[in-house]
C-alpha cells in the first residue's frame, strides 16, 4: 500500500490516542465553545464524539496518522491526496 508520506493507517489500538489529539486541537475552537460553554463538559463530549467517529472511521480504512506516540491524524483515503485534516 502506498500512502502519504509519513502517515500510517491507523488502528483500533490507535483511537484513544487519536481523540484525545482531536480533542485537544478542537478545544479552544470557537465553534465548539459556543456549543459547548463549559469546559470541563466540552473536554469530554470532544473526547467521546471523536472516539466515536475514529473508531468507525478507523474500521473503514479511512484514519491516518502520523508520529509515534500520535501527534495528528487526518480522516479520508490514505492513497489520495485528497484528505480532510483533523490536527
Same mark, same amino acid.
Request: with cysteine; proline share 3%; aromatic share 6%.
Given at each position: 500500500?502506498?500512502q502519504?508520506? $509519513?502517515?500510517?493507517?491507523?488502528?483500533? %489500538? &490507535?483511537? +484513544?490516542?487519536a @481523540?484525545?489529539v *482531536? %480533542?485537544? @486541537?478542537?478545544?479552544? &475552537?470557537?465553534?465548539?465553545?459556543y *456549543?459547548?460553554p463549559l469546559? $470541563?463538559?466540552?473536554?469530554?463530549?470532544?473526547y +467521546?464524539?471523536?472516539? @466515536?467517529? $475514529?473508531?468507525?472511521? *478507523?474500521?473503514?480504512?479511512? !484514519?491516518c $496518522? !502520523?508520529? &509515534?506516540p500520535?501527534?495528528g491524524s487526518r480522516?479520508g483515503?490514505c492513497?489520495?491526496?485528497?484528505? !480532510?485534516?483533523? !490536527?
Open positions: 500500500m502506498n502519504s508520506p $509519513g502517515y500510517r493507517l491507523l488502528t483500533l %489500538s &490507535d483511537v +484513544e490516542r @481523540a484525545q *482531536i %480533542s485537544q @486541537a478542537f478545544q479552544n &475552537d470557537p465553534l465548539c465553545s *456549543i459547548l469546559k $470541563g463538559s466540552r473536554t469530554k463530549t470532544l +467521546e464524539f471523536f472516539c @466515536a467517529m $475514529g473508531e468507525i472511521n *478507523i474500521r473503514n480504512e479511512r !484514519v $496518522g !502520523v508520529g &509515534d500520535l501527534q480522516i483515503n492513497l489520495s491526496r485528497r484528505m !480532510v485534516s483533523l !490536527v
